[in-house]
């Protein structure tokens, strides 16, 4: 197949990919297991090795797990982890259709194309290439192909991660089905993020900050609207909001500073600092369901919900004291929003290495051999990985997407075409890496 005629198709599987309209709340009507058949059927055409399954941790919610068998599977794998779900698309603010996949001036427009269909594609377009290079190498007969590499590849693509992974990757972790399908890993990939426009390094994602959503309910006395009614619902939480907000301006001042006065320290970066955001609120009596409030009626309760990201430098269990102080002294009360669940165990999920680490080292070498920069960062939000450090597997956030404005769950979000098959060719040199890695140990 020609050069030409192959990005060709590489580009197409990956605008078929966007097409499928998986936003979160969307998906379990049917659109989910659309993609992942999709998916699954598509990966058996390019990669004939590969072996796959859909597995329903939760009903409606099918986690497509895809084998690459090695040659020696007694060897810890390696994972390649995405999340085929999106966040919605307010088509008004687009300029093209969101779900269409248009591809413009060099630009492929699209619900996910950063986020993260675009990391879906690749590490499948560059399996295939791994695939389509065993059989030349073996003169065009399958037979002679039995594996790509030495340690067998695991591919697996999860729902929901968009709000929260409780019924995705966390359920398929939780539920036992990671342990008993995949076992043993020795490093696993998963999101990143885009790198400013006039960045031409990438960032590489060693932990990330612990999400904490919270809802604060408070209750208080009732009268009519136009009474110094004291002490109400609605006044104790803002009570709480000021001490949020203030909080929060603190932390973002020292975005940019190294915390220490000294000029050769690295300045502190958002994945550093504690972020805090007053995201819902409600309040307010309505006899219609919420679509009018009575406005001379004070209301007898009040709930805030807040998005809270703790940094690795501190602890969990002091932002839990200071939720317990802030409501003990406001006469309210918090408690994690249940869709989202939470990790009693108050686990920051980080990878602790240095750079002698061999894994590390291994992964480094190869995107240099690539052609990338990469740096080395906190993520400042919260992905699926969480879930597989806490069980003790290395891993590491990436998104191949240098030189590219962060348009993640923005209007009119697109990848440079040429990005995109830059980031195969990025994968073409560090999948096999991994997979090939003999430890000195």
């Known amino acids: 197949m020609a050069e030409h005629e192959e990005e060709e198709e590489e580009v197409e599987f990956f605008r078929d990919l966007l097409r499928f309209r998986t936003v979160s709340a969307e998906g379990p009507t049917g659109v989910y297991r659309d993609c992942a058949e999709w998916l699954a059927s598509r990966i058996k055409e390019l990669i004939p090795l590969a072996s796959t399954k859909l597995v329903e941790a939760v009903e409606k919610k099918p986690v497509l797990v895809v084998e690459v068998r ?21 088509e008004e603010h687009w300029d093209v259709d969101p779900w269409a996949a248009v591809e413009k001036d060099g630009r492929i427009y699209g619900r996910g194309t950063q986020d993260m269909k675009s990391v879906c594609a690749q590490y499948v377009l560059s399996m295939a290439r791994a695939y389509r290079a065993a059989l030349n190498r073996a003169g065009g007969d399958a037979a002679k192909v039995s594996h790509l590499f030495k340690r067998s590849v695991w591919l697996t693509f999860t729902p929901d991660e968009e709000i929260g992974s409780q019924d995705g990757m966390g359920a398929f972790v939780r539920d036992g089905h990671f342990d008993r399908i995949i076992g043993k890993v020795c490093i696993a990939l998963d999101e990143g993020m885009a790198n400013d426009a006039q960045d031409p390094a990438c960032t590489v994602f060693y932990g990330e900050r612990m999400p904490m959503w919270v809802l604060v309910k408070c209750e208080g006395p009732t009268g009519h609207g136009s009474r110094f009614i004291q002490n109400t619902a609605v006044e104790k939480l803002l009570t709480m909001a000021n001490k949020a907000f203030t909080l929060r301006r603190e932390q973002e001042a020292l975005l940019g500073m190294t915390g220490s006065g000294c000029k ?176 000195s140990t």
């Open 70 to 90: 090695g040659e020696d599977p007694s060897l810890d794998a390696v994972l390649l982890h995405s999340h085929y779900d999106v966040v919605p698309a307010m």
């Open 264 to 439: 050769h320290c690295e300045a502190k970066k958002l994945g550093d600092v504690l972020t805090i955001n007053l995201t819902a609120l409600q309040a307010g009596v309505s006899t219609d369901g919420g679509k009018s409030f009575s406005l001379n009626v004070i209301p007898t309760s009040a709930t805030a919900g807040f998005d809270i990201r703790v940094p690795v430098t501190m602890p969990i269990k002091d932002v839990r004291k200071m939720l317990d102080d802030w409501c003990c002294e406001a006469g309210m009360s918090w408690m994690f929003d249940p869709r989202y669940g939470h990790d009693d165990r108050d686990i920051h999920a980080v990878w602790s290495f240095d750079e002698s680490d061999e894994l590390w080292a291994t992964f480094k070498n190869a995107t240099e051999k690539a052609g990338l920069k990469i740096s080395r960062e906190v993520f400042p939000v919260a992905s699926d990985s969480r879930f597989l450090r806490v069980l003790g597997i290395p891993a590491l956030g990436f998104s191949p997407m240098a030189r590219t404005p962060i348009l993640l769950h923005d209007h009119n979000e697109y990848l440079e075409r040429s990005v995109f098959l830059e980031g195969i060719a990025a994968y073409d040199a560090i999948i096999p890496a991994l997979a090939n890695f003999e430890a």
